[in-house]
């Protein structure tokens, strides 16, 4: 079993960038695929990223392909989430997600942290 934690979140203006970090608890961290969700006011949550355990597969949503970055640090059990070009619409709860494959982490993680708060002003 795996715990996630996020952090990083916050206030930014549209254009900039923020860096989500979301560190995971348990010594099979290494095995875990890895992802990150959304949830926009009013809107269901949503699949942002996705990267394999060993960090040479990755998966992105359309909506954020070429402005967003995923990617891990398995030496310090951490995923990370590099987000540049940030639009109003990006705002959300973002949420840090662990499953066995990357497949499962796209379309139904079993593992969540308790999300980060992202917001994009205009």
């Known amino acids: 079993q795996v715990q996630l934690v996020e952090s990083g979140g916050g206030l930014v203006q549209a254009g900039g960038s923020l860096r989500l970090s979301c560190a995971a608890s348990g010594r099979t961290f290494s095995s875990y695929a890895m992802g990150w969700f959304r949830q926009g006011p009013g809107k269901e949550r949503e699949f942002v990223a996705a990267i394999s355990w060993s960090g040479g597969n990755t998966e992105y949503a359309n909506s954020v392909n070429g402005r967003f970055t995923i990617s891990r640090d398995n030496a310090k059990n951490t995923v990370y989430l590099q987000m540049n070009s940030l639009k109003s619409e990006d705002t959300a709860v973002y949420y840090c997600?662990?499953?066995?494959?990357?497949?499962?982490?796209?379309?139904?993680?079993?593992?969540w942290g308790q999300g980060t708060q992202v917001t994009v002003s205009s």
């Open positions: 997600a662990a499953d066995v494959s990357i497949s499962t982490v796209v379309n139904r993680p079993n593992y």
